[in-house]
């Protein structure tokens, strides 16, 4: 499982656009990228997931460069709500593929 | 989507005793996952349950002191035998619906070790 790496927090405002980027040069050809949202006392929440160039849902945006060795992502626009970490992560797309969490990072948004 | 309900929802155990959390899934999923979250800390995987296998445990879980049963489709239980205070920690399952690597999670079982 191909490691990633992204930044331990981020800082920003209420209304601004929020990237985060996250590396992973080791991922594999059939690895998908996905992000995961956690808000304290709960459990990782699926944000968004992607395999090459961009990929847009109601919540985020998700760029992928033709190298695939990074990813960001884009939360427009956001809120105190949006206040969590926000994970990386890699993994095969197949049935029932186990997924490992990195450290995440820890975004706070203020007023 | 799924709904995953965990009981107990937390407890406050004494070293030495054991604690089975129980894992209830609202569809019938294939896998469930068990991870471990300390506080301020990212997520564990401890084991993956198949259905109708036994468990399979990651480096440096063992089956003696982590337990799982998966008895039917829906439901699973993870026992934290022995505990001490390093076993204080969020247990979270988790299942994958679709093999797209999009899991749902429970609201945790938080585990405080006396």
């Known amino acids: 499982l191909a490691k990633t790496t992204q930044p331990i927090s981020m800082d920003s405002y209420e209304g601004q656009e929020v990237n985060i980027t996250c590396s992973h040069n080791?991922?594999?050809?059939?690895?998908?990228i996905t992000w995961y949202q956690q808000f304290p006392s709960q459990g990782p929440r699926f944000i968004i997931q992607?395999?090459?160039t961009k990929v847009t849902n109601e919540v985020a945006s998700l760029f992928i460069p033709a190298d695939r060795k990074s990813s960001t992502l884009s939360l427009p626009r956001v809120s105190l709500s949006d206040t969590a970490v926000y994970y990386c992560?890699?993994?095969?797309?197949?049935?029932?593929?186990?997924?490992?969490f990195g450290s995440g990072t820890r975004l706070s948004i203020r007023p | 989507s799924a709904v995953i309900s965990q009981k107990p929802s937390r407890d406050i155990c004494q070293r030495g005793t054991s604690l089975t959390i129980q894992c209830q899934v609202d569809?019938?999923?294939?896998?469930m996952f068990w991870y471990r979250q300390q506080p301020g800390q990212s997520l564990t995987l401890i084991a993956t349950?198949?259905?109708?296998?036994?468990?399979?445990?990651e480096s440096g879980f063992v089956i003696d002191k982590f337990p799982i049963s998966r008895p039917n489709l829906t439901f699973s239980t993870l026992t934290v035998s022995n505990m001490s205070p390093e076993d204080s920690s969020i247990y979270l399952c988790?299942?994958?619906?679709?093999?797209?690597?999009?899991?749902?999670f429970g609201p945790g079982t938080r585990l405080t070790v006396t």
């Open positions: 988790s299942v994958e619906l679709q093999g797209n690597g999009e899991q749902y």
């Open positions: 349950a198949n259905q109708g296998s036994e468990a399979t445990y």
């Open positions: 992560l890699v993994a095969l797309y197949s049935s029932a593929s186990k997924i490992i």
């Open positions: 569809s019938q999923v294939t896998m």
């Open positions: 080791n991922i594999a050809t059939n690895d998908y």
């Open positions: 992607g395999y090459k």
